[in-house]
C-alpha cells in the first residue's frame, strides 16, 4: 500500500541515518511482532495501535 510505502521510505531515508532513529527500527522490529499478536485478541487495542498509526501517517503526509 502507499502507507506502507511511505513508512519503508520514512524507514530507509530518514530513521537509518541516526542513532536514535536506528534505535526506534530496532524497537520496531523487537515489538512488532508481540504487538501484532495483542492485536488479534484485542480489537480495542488495535484501533488504539491503528490510531497511533494513522497520525503518524497524517504527520508525515504534511511534511511532504
Do not use: H, N
Not at 531515508?13 to 520496531?28: C, D, F, H, M, W
Request: hydrophobic share 40%.
Amino acid at each position: 500500500s502507499d502507507e506502507t510505502e511511505l513508512l519503508r521510505k520514512v524507514r530507509d531515508e530518514v530513521l537509518s541515518k541516526t542513532p536514535a532513529g536506528q534505535e526506534i527500527i530496532k524497537l520496531y522490529y523487537q515489538w512488532s511482532p508481540t504487538i501484532v499478536i495483542v492485536m488479534r485478541g484485542d480489537k480495542t487495542f488495535e484501533k488504539q495501535v491503528k490510531g497511533i498509526i494513522d497520525g503518524i501517517l497524517s504527520m508525515i503526509w504534511q511534511e511532504l
